[in-house]
Structure formats: structure tokens, C-alpha cells
């Protein structure tokens, strides 16, 4: 698996490149707080792929040797901040890739990979655009953003209850303040873990998403 150094300590990253000579726009995947990097990347990697897009997963966790992630470690202002200069210096080892496009890169979070995104975002210039699946920004993230914050993509389950839709809509509120391009998509009945029918759903406005603003 190839990999990057930050901070001093290397880290894994799970990489799909389409074939042939690029440059192709690049998905940075970021997985959520049980550190299961291929429940998502698995079955969206092909996906993309088809569509020339490259998907990278980023092993964010091994800069803290953390394995599961609990509140008190996301509370603590020592993991947070290392993971979003993780995330950093994963996009210059992405922009360097020879098929890589460097200036059509999005970000796709999931859970704490989608909190991690949007406050990478408030204050990064190099971001095309967002997926983010159930998630939020949060302070002191969301005082950083500004109008140039990139096009956002929104989807939550109405029925989540480790992170309250109360975050899609409140994401939803702000970024309307910002006068930033997004959507919002709900999904009723559907928790923090996605049925399989959502997961195509959440895949196909993936794809229209990423076609309009990546």
C-alpha cells in the first residue's frame, strides 16, 4: 500500500486510479471514527473509476495511533488538529501523483471524515468541492469560512441519532449565509449506517454532484 510521511509517522494510503494517462479529477476519502477505511472505499472505488475519477483513502489514524475515535479524543485539541495537517500533506502527495488534475480535488467525509472535511475546507484554497455524509461544522471551524468555501454536497439520514439531522440543517442554514453552491438531501428513515438502497442513492447524487461542480 503506498504511503506519505506526517508529522514524522507514515501513512497509508488505499489508492484507485483510472487508466490511462490523466490528468483525472481525485475523490480524498475520510473515513469515519471506528478507522474502517474500506467499508466506503470498497464499493465506491469502482464506481468512480468508471466514471475517470480517482478515489484516495486516507489511513488519518495512524498520526495518533488511534483505532477508534470517542468523544474525549475528539474533544481533547490534540487529534483534530493533527488529522487536518494529515489531511493536508495527503493532498500534496495527491497533487504530485503524475495523473492527477491538482486543481480538481474533493473532498468525500464520512461521520468524523465529514466534520474533518468541512473544517479542512473553512480555511483550505485548494478543495474543488464536498460530499459530506453525516457530519457538520462545528466550531471554531465554521468562524474561519468564508464566501470562497467550495461547493457542498449534504446527505444525512433523517433518522440518525449519533449525529442529529439537526446538522445537515444547520450546515444547510450557513452555507445559504455564505451564498455558497450546495444541496441538501435527506433520507427518511435512514440512520447514521445507510441501508444498501440508500448507499445507491447517495452514490448516484455522488456522481451528478461531483459532474456539475469536480
Do not use: C
Amino acid at each position: 500500500m503506498p504511503n506519505f510521511v506526517s508529522g514524522g509517522k507514515t501513512i497509508h494510503i488505499q489508492q484507485l486510479e483510472p487508466s490511462g494517462p490523466g490528468p483525472f479529477p481525485a475523490i480524498v476519502l475520510l473515513h469515519g471514527a471506528g478507522g474502517n477505511v474500506s467499508l466506503w472505499f470498497d464499493p465506491i472505488a469502482p464506481y468512480l473509476s468508471r466514471l475517470g475519477i480517482a478515489l484516495y483513502a486516507i489511513h488519518y489514524f495512524e498520526r495518533t495511533g488511534t483505532t477508534h475515535a470517542d468523544d474525549t479524543i475528539l474533544r481533547d485539541g490534540h487529534h483534530v488538529p493533527l488529522w487536518l495537517e494529515t489531511i493536508s500533506d495527503a493532498l500534496a502527495y495527491i497533487s504530485a501523483r503524475p495523473k492527477i488534475d491538482s486543481r480538481r480535488i474533493a473532498l468525500l467525509g464520512i461521520s468524523l471524515g465529514a466534520f474533518l472535511s468541512l473544517a479542512f475546507a473553512s480555511t483550505a484554497k485548494n478543495i474543488r468541492a464536498i460530499v459530506e455524509i453525516s457530519g457538520g461544522l462545528v466550531p471554531p471551524y465554521a468562524a474561519k469560512a468564508t464566501s470562497s468555501f467550495p461547493p457542498t454536497l449534504i446527505l444525512h439520514g433523517e433518522a440518525d441519532t449519533v449525529v442529529p439531522v439537526a446538522q445537515a440543517h444547520a450546515l444547510n442554514t450557513f452555507l445559504n449565509q455564505l451564498g455558497t453552491p450546495h444541496q441538501l438531501q435527506l433520507f427518511p428513515a435512514e440512520g447514521h449506517w445507510f441501508s444498501p438502497g440508500a448507499r445507491l442513492r447517495i452514490f448516484a447524487s455522488i456522481a451528478q454532484f461531483l459532474g456539475r461542480y469536480l
